[in-house]
């Protein structure tokens, strides 16, 4: 690996101190079995990136005979990426992928033109409960690729590539860092960073992609001599290179990529760069003209009943 320490703030030298381009505190939403916090799109900030979608899920505490049970539902000209800190959710598709996510891998599903997944407990799980605790985003696909065969894609905690020195402790889940490139292949330039801090250790942030953000997960960390706590999303300046530190140790993500190609409509759970594609999508949910989930076909998450009207999505600009 390969370090660039990034200088302490100047005094007087605004751009070496506002580090911070945005910060975002998510708006929870108790889904009855746990809590989604939903940090993207928000009005604050939209888009880093091609992440359009950041959920923390949990933490949250099943006891026996509890789970989670989403049902089959489409996805469009998008991608999800699964990553847990706790607990096993079991991810089945239309492709016929039947995959339990564990912490530490990384589940990888592009929708392309059309995907049908669920997400649920394993029998197993619930019989001996569990702790949930995990984030899931979406990332919008470039138009050229928007309208691509759909594909699934999981890595194991140990093939994603690691630095473990200086009191830091990181996963890269995708792109390039300090010399490393994780395996995941996606289809436009992405970041996303697992990183853990001990007591007094600092992280510095590469200026390798035009956008980039961090999202606290535990612990509190300290950016330009402001402290940031648990769940929230802290939106960087572009090109500057920042040190994030921790007194008593953190936990939190590094996320990001180059700019998306334009805006990005997103309604229920599609996304597109066209608004008549996503009506597309709803009229063919509604028809039943989406391939099913083989060994999941008892069940379907139905289209709203009031479709409304898709939300514009911009770039940072």
């Not at 200088?7 to 945005?22: E, H, K, M, N, Q």
């Not at 949250?60 to 049902?71: K, N």
């Not at 490139?181 to 992609?209: F, I, N």
Request: glycine share 10%; proline share 9%; with cysteine.
């Amino acid at each position: 690996m390969s370090w660039h320490p990034c200088p302490d703030p100047v005094p007087g030298d605004r751009a070496s101190v506002d580090a911070i381009r945005t910060v975002i505190t998510p708006s929870a939403v108790d889904l009855g079995e746990m809590e989604v916090r939903r940090a993207l799109p928000s009005k604050a900030g939209q888009m880093v990136g091609p992440f359009i979608f950041f959920d923390q899920m949990g933490p949250a505490e099943f006891l026996t005979d509890e789970g989670i049970d989403v049902r089959p539902h489409p996805h469009i000209n998008l991608a999800t990426l699964t990553y847990l800190f706790e607990g096993e959710i079991r991810h089945r598709d239309s492709l016929g992928t039947d995959m339990a996510i564990t912490p530490g891998a990384v589940n990888w599903m592009s929708a392309g033109r059309g995907i049908v997944h669920s997400e649920r407990t394993s029998d197993e799980r619930k019989r001996q409960g569990q702790r949930l605790f995990g984030l899931q985003t979406w990332l919008a696909l470039p138009a050229h690729a928007e309208e691509s065969d759909p594909d699934f894609i999981h890595y194991g905690a140990q093939a994603l590539p690691t630095i473990h020195a200086e009191g830091i402790d990181m996963r890269l889940i995708a792109g390039q860092a300090h010399g490393l490139k994780s395996p995941l292949g996606s289809l436009s330039e992405t970041l996303y960073a697992d990183v853990t801090l001990a007591a007094g250790a600092r992280y510095p942030v590469e200026p390798l992609y035009v956008e980039r953000a961090l999202y606290t997960i535990s612990g509190e960390i300290e950016v330009s001599g402001q402290t940031y706590i648990p769940g929230q999303l802290l939106i960087l300046h572009p090109g500057d290179a920042i040190t994030v530190s921790s007194r008593s140790g953190a936990q939190f993500m590094v996320f990001g990529g180059e700019p998306m190609d334009g805006p990005r409509y997103i309604w229920w759970n599609f996304v597109s760069s066209r608004r008549d594609r996503i009506e597309q999508a709803q009229e063919e949910w509604r028809q039943g003209r989406f391939d099913t989930v083989p060994g999941d076909e008892a069940e379907f998450i139905p289209l709203p009943d009031a479709p409304g009207k898709p939300r514009e999505i911009t770039p940072q600009g």
